[in-house]
């Protein structure tokens, strides 16, 4: 049986990439020098209510920074791949080194997927689907409950706690940033 503590949770599958099953997937840890280790016999997990489920990983390019194209055994076409959007990517430990198993709480890109509250009336916010740390202001993409996509800017002060368990992130949201005339990206 798999057990959660065995994996360190390093992304999430993002969109579908092309029609032959292929999704693009935002990782922490590089794994180019693992897959071609295992020659075909790699496995990444894929969080299913709850559970870690192995797929295994068919071929894998790097196309940006820190976003992979992957495509899994079985996963043959864009409606399969649909399928796996959104879902936590976790990796056994014994692949990465030490300093890949930080936990620390102030690298917002381990939230991705984590479902936001309003520390101010604990309300749900939406989940967030990318991290966007590539300029001065780390950026959350949320994905509200109607669908629409929020971006809100994040900063140390205006974190207030998280739990890995039920995968929950708690931030105290100035405000203005979450009333309808907050700008909201279609």
């Known amino acids: 049986m798999l057990v959660k503590d065995d994996f360190q949770q390093i992304g999430y599958v993002g969109r579908t990439h092309g029609v032959q099953g292929e999704v693009s997937c935002k990782l922490s840890v590089d794994i180019t020098s693992a897959i071609a ?84 009336d604990e309300a749900y916010i939406g989940r967030v689907t990318e991290v966007d740390d590539s300029t001065l202001n780390t950026l959350l993409y949320i994905e509200r409950p109607d669908g629409e996509e929020l971006i809100l800017p994040i900063a140390d002060d205006l974190f207030v706690g998280y739990n890995d368990e039920e995968r929950l992130l708690m931030l105290r949201i100035p405000e203005g940033l979450l009333d309808d005339s907050a700008e909201i990206v279609d």
Do not use: C, H
């Open 37 to 120: 280790e295992d020659e075909g016999r790699f496995f990444l997990m894929l969080e299913e209510q709850e559970l870690l489920i192995p797929y295994r990983v068919v071929s894998q390019r790097s196309k940006a920074g820190d976003i992979d194209l992957i495509r899994f055994a079985g996963i043959e076409d864009k409606d399969a791949a649909e399928r796996l959007t959104g879902r936590a990517i976790w990796l056994s430990r014994s692949y990465l080194d030490e300093a890949e198993l930080s936990e620390d709480p102030y690298d917002y890109s381990r939230y991705e997927g984590f479902g936001v509250y309003n520390d101010a």
